[in-house]
């Protein structure tokens, strides 16, 4: 049975800080890990999506990598800023689709 | 505008009064999916259908239904609710493909069960 695990559980930065979640997932014949940033109260947005046989995908400050044989995946934030303050979650998908717990991110001003 | 819709947002019921929450996407998804997140929980994934007439249990299906008649909805039908369904529920969707596309999730419900 998969099971993903986040680190940290909560993280607080100053604005302007590089920083990385962490992720890691037991079975490492996931279809793709997807990450995604959910507000308080509200739904889920996803931010990225790598496929098995991708390494890393990016969009804009974000980049999020993947290593399947270690059973993997950060999310780098570069240049943070208050308005990425979310929870942030990552996801592993086979035949189902498992969550972490999320990581509770505030960008302090 | 493409998008996943649910209702009702909210929901207070009570023990043993069957309900069913709908859920629709305008996006011609052949992939849908219920989620329930708890704290301390995280999200859990109920039940899951890959296209019409097509759907299997997730990691907690027990005390739920679910059918896949037309492709655009998927709702969720508790036959005899729970207070331990009390819970937050999302539905989501996404393209099915040879590659697995993002999933796209709606505003969800928030269910009491009294």
């Known amino acids: 049975k998969q099971e993903v695990t986040q680190i940290p559980a909560a993280l607080s930065v100053p604005e302007g800080e590089n920083l990385v979640l962490n992720c890691s997932f037991t079975?490492?014949?996931?279809?793709?890990l997807q990450w995604f940033r959910q507000d308080p109260g509200k739904g889920l947005t996803s931010l990225l999506l790598i496929q098995s046989s991708q390494r890393e995908q990016t969009s804009g400050r974000l980049n999020a990598s993947l290593d399947k044989s270690s059973g993997r995946s950060t999310l780098y934030i570069a240049a943070s800023q208050p308005g990425d303050s979310a929870t942030y979650l990552c996801?592993?998908?086979?035949?189902?689709?498992?969550f972490g717990a999320g990581t509770r991110l505030t960008v302090k001003p | 505008e493409a998008q996943v819709t649910q209702n009702p947002r909210y929901l207070i019921t009570v023990t043993g009064k069957k309900l069913t929450v709908t859920c629709s996407q305008n996006m011609n998804h052949e992939y849908m999916s219920w989620y329930r997140q708890d704290p301390g929980l995280g999200l859990r994934q109920i039940y899951y259908?890959?296209?019409?007439?097509?759907?299997d249990k997730g990691d907690v299906p027990e005390g739920y239904k679910v059918s896949r008649k037309e492709k655009r909805n998927f709702p969720l039908i508790l036959e005899s609710p729970s207070p331990n369904q009390t819970s937050l529920y999302f539905c989501a969707s996404r393209r099915q493909g040879p590659i697995y596309n993002e999933q796209f999730f709606g505003p969800g419900t928030r269910l009491t069960v009294l």
């Open positions: 079975d490492s014949a996931i279809y793709n």
């Open positions: 259908s890959m296209n019409v007439e097509v759907t």
């Open positions: 996801a592993g998908e086979r035949n189902d689709m498992r």
